[in-house]
């Protein structure tokens, strides 16, 4: 059983999880970098916020891809909330 298994049973649509998403994005982007397929990030507490409140009208792999994109397209090394209004 993956963690993105247990995530996908844990999570299955994201507006119902809300207040989950910040924790879950910030474990998704150490995995990703973790597995050298983004560039070592982290969020800040606006882009946490952000992505918190972001309508989100997905599940689980919705935030994955959306975390990824953050991180390869960031400018710098932490994510800000501008960074997340782009999504």
Do not use: C, Y
């Amino acid at each position: 059983n993956t963690f993105a298994a247990s995530l996908i049973e844990l999570v299955p649509q994201l507006a119902a999880h809300v207040d989950e998403i910040p924790e879950i994005a910030s474990l998704l982007l150490t995995q990703l970098a973790e597995r050298g397929e983004v560039p070592p990030r982290r969020f800040a507490v606006g882009a946490l916020n952000a992505l918190r409140m972001h309508r989100w009208p997905g599940d689980w792999p919705e935030l994955q891809a959306t975390v990824k994109n953050l991180a390869l397209t960031a400018l710098e090394d932490e994510i800000l909330a501008e960074d997340v209004s782009r999504i």
